[in-house]
């Protein structure tokens, strides 16, 4: 079983920055993609960002490109998620998803097998 833990959330003005961190137990870690989902109140879970099983290839929501900013290191098995220029509109809970498998299409959430508990972000002043 993988597990998936995530971390760095907390409460921050606008045009701020966070920057979440996501580990996962896995010998096969270096060939997961890993994902960024957010859901907030009342709204359905949001595609945020994607890196390849590399960490080479990165893809990102509309809503987000260009402030958000996803890595992936292999060697400590984790994800980070650098937010910028945070919005209140970016006011979430933040979960890391993993997919072994490759799987398509990689911005919806049933693609992704394993699943953090989240990380809640508050932006507001």
């Known amino acids: 079983q993988v597990q998936v833990v995530e971390s760095g959330g907390g409460l921050v003005r606008p045009g701020g920055s966070l920057r979440l961190s996501c580990a996962a137990s896995?010998?096969?870690?270096?060939?997961?993609?890993m994902a960024w989902f957010r859901q907030a109140p009342g709204k359905d879970r949001e595609f945020v960002a994607k890196?390849?099983?590399?960490?080479?290839?990165?893809d990102y929501g509309d809503s987000v490109l260009g402030r958000f900013t996803m890595s992936k290191d292999n060697a400590k098995n984790m994800v980070y998620l650098q937010m910028d220029n945070l919005k209140p509109e970016d006011a979430a809970v933040y979960y890391c998803?993993?997919?072994?498998?490759?799987?398509?299409?990689?911005?919806?959430?049933?693609?992704?097998?394993?699943w953090g508990q989240g990380t809640q972000v508050t932006v507001s002043s």
């Open positions: 896995s010998k096969t870690y270096s060939q997961f993609a």
């Open positions: 890196v390849s099983w590399s960490g080479a290839s990165t």
């Open positions: 998803a993993a997919d072994p498998w490759g799987s398509s299409p990689y911005k919806h959430a049933a693609s992704y097998d394993y």
